[in-house]
């Protein structure tokens, strides 16, 4: 539907045509460049911002998982991957961070999103 309202932007509201807009940056940033002439900037897409994270961080121990510890009270278990892969081969390395360094991102208490700050050095489980 995106590429049809930026196709034929004359049969679709403005609103629909911000959307479309929107999807197209978010969805195929280096089509929008192409289509506008223009270069997206940092914030401006997602996907793009996404793929320079990505690029930047390959090779860093990025967190993919945080649970409260089981045996350690007041710890939150981090599973961290390199570069943020989730593929099941992903060489993973666990890190305990002092509860108060942890809190629900998501407004349910039962959910599981936690966003963690970590202090200076992990302190990786054995």
């Known amino acids: 539907?995106?590429?049809v309202a930026i196709t034929f932007p004359d049969l679709f509201t403005s609103h629909e045509r911000k959307c479309a807009d929107e999807t197209i940056r978010n969805s195929w940033p280096d089509v929008w460049e192409r289509t506008y002439g223009g270069e997206l900037a940092p914030?401006?897409?997602w996907a793009k911002d996404r793929t320079?994270?990505?690029?930047a961080h390959a090779d860093d121990w990025i967190a993919v998982s945080a649970i409260q510890s089981d045996h350690h009270p007041?710890?939150?278990?981090?599973?961290?991957?390199?570069g943020g892969r989730r593929?099941?081969?992903?060489?993973?390395?666990?890190f305990l961070v002092?509860?108060?360094n942890t809190q629900r991102v998501a407004p349910s208490a039962s959910s599981s999103i936690l966003a963690v700050t970590l202090?200076?050095?992990g302190l990786p489980v054995l």
């Open 1 to 3: 539907m995106a590429i």
């Open 43 to 45: 914030g401006e897409s």
């Open 52 to 55: 320079a994270f990505d690029r």
């Open 74 to 82: 007041d710890m939150t278990e981090v599973i961290a991957t390199r």
């Open 87 to 94: 593929n099941g081969h992903a060489e993973e390395m666990r």
């Open 98 to 100: 002092p509860a108060p």
């Open 119 to 121: 202090p200076k050095r």
